[in-house]
């Protein structure tokens, strides 16, 4: 997947909560205490993210965006 943000970080997801619209997913990194992300449930069922999950979080603005690889 393409993006145009500069800022990685490698995390971990540490839960997932879903909603019937938007998710709310938390993850561990090394770099920061802890980070969340509000994504569609569609996005969260299509990457398949469940909690233990390895992901590369780009933050580009006020969002942080989870990227499976």
């Known amino acids: ?36 992300s509000v994504l569609t449930s569609e996005s969260v069922e299509e990457m398949n993210l469940k909690a233990g999950d390895q992901v590369r979080l780009v933050i580009k603005a006020i969002h942080v965006l989870p990227v499976k690889e």
């Open 1 to 36: 997947m393409k993006h145009g943000a500069r800022n990685n970080i490698t995390a971990k997801v540490k839960s997932v909560k879903k909603g019937d619209v938007m998710s709310l997913v938390k993850f561990d990194s090394i770099s920061a205490q802890e980070m969340a």
